[in-house]
T-cell receptor
Framework: EPEVTQTPSHQVTQMGQEVILRCVPI?????FYWYRQILGQKVEFLVS????????KSEIFDDQFSVERPDGSNFTLKIRSTKLEDSAMYFC????????????FGPGTRLTVT | QKEVEQNSGPLSVPEGAIASLNCTYS??????FFWYRQYSGKSPELIMS????GDKEDGRFTAQLNKASQYVSLLIRDSQPSDSATYLC?????????????FGKGTHLIIQP
C-alpha cells in the first residue's frame, strides 16, 4: 500500500539555522499539506499546495516558512531561521482530490531547535 | 475561530466493551469529518471519514454525524488493548481548494485487559 514518506525522522538544529524537511507524497496524489504538532498539543495545519502553488495557509505559516515541489516526487518545507518554539513534529500529508477528501499522513520529522 | 472540541480523557474501557468517543465543532458550514488514531510519538492514522448525517460502519468502527447538533462520534465495538491510543477528530470547513484539517486535541483511550 502506498505511503507518504518523510526524511529525516529527527533533525536537531541550532536556533537561527535554516532547515529543510522533505516529504514524498503518495504517487498519484495531487494535493500536499504540512502540519505541525508541538509536544502535548494538537495537530495544527500549516499550508496546502496544489498545482505548484500554495492553496491555503494558516496564521502560523509566516515569512520564515516556505514550501516547494522541486521535482516530480519531493515536497519540502523550509524554515529559514529556526526559533526554539519551532521545535515540534512536522507531518506531511497528501490526498488525491483535495477539498473534502481523506488526507494521509507521513511518519513525521521531529525537529529539535537548541 | 473554527474550533473542534473533544474530551481529553483518559477514557478507560474494559476489553470487549464499546468505546464511545465524541466531538463537537463550531463551524456549521463544515463539510467533512474524520477520525484519526494516533499512538504516542507516531503520526495520525486515518480510521474513518463521514460526510453526511447518519451512521457509517467499517468493521468494528462506526462513525456518527449529526450536522444539526454539530456533533460527530466514533464507536469502537469489541475494544482491544491495541485500540489504546489518542483519537483525533478532524474537520474540513469548506469544500473548496485544498483546505487544511482542523483537529481537536484528542481523546486518550485506554482499553483495560
Amino acid at each position: 500500500e502506498p505511503e507518504v514518506t518523510q526524511t529525516p525522522s529527527h533533525q536537531v538544529t541550532q536556533m537561527g539555522q535554516e532547515v529543510i524537511l522533505r516529504c514524498v507524497p503518495i504517487s498519484n496524489h495531487l494535493y500536499f499539506y504540512w502540519y505541525r504538532q508541538i509536544l502535548g498539543q494538537k495537530v495544527e495545519f500549516l499550508v496546502s499546495f496544489y498545482n505548484n502553488e500554495i492553496s491555503e495557509k494558516s496564521e502560523i505559516f509566516d515569512d520564515q516558512f516556505s514550501v516547494e515541489r522541486p521535482d516530480g516526487s519531493n515536497f519540502t518545507l523550509k524554515i529559514r531561521s529556526t526559533k526554539l518554539e519551532d521545535s515540534a513534529m512536522y507531518f506531511c500529508a497528501s490526498n488525491r482530490q483535495g477539498g473534502i477528501y481523506e488526507q494521509y499522513f507521513g511518519p513525521g520529522t521531529r525537529l529539535t531547535v537548541t | 475561530q473554527k474550533e473542534v472540541e473533544q474530551n481529553s480523557g483518559p477514557l478507560s474501557v474494559p476489553e470487549g466493551a464499546i468505546a464511545s468517543l465524541n466531538c463537537t465543532y463550531s463551524d456549521r458550514g463544515s463539510q467533512s469529518f474524520f477520525w484519526y488514531r494516533q499512538y504516542s510519538g507516531k503520526s495520525p492514522e486515518l480510521i474513518m471519514s463521514i460526510y453526511s448525517n447518519g451512521d457509517k460502519e467499517d468493521g468494528r468502527f462506526t462513525a456518527q454525524l449529526n450536522k444539526a447538533s454539530q456533533y460527530v462520534s466514533l464507536l469502537i465495538r469489541d475494544s482491544q488493548p491495541s485500540d489504546s491510543a489518542t483519537y483525533l477528530c478532524a474537520v474540513i470547513h469548506s469544500g473548496g481548494g485544498a483546505d487544511g484539517l482542523t483537529f481537536g486535541k484528542g481523546t486518550h483511550l485506554i482499553i483495560q485487559p
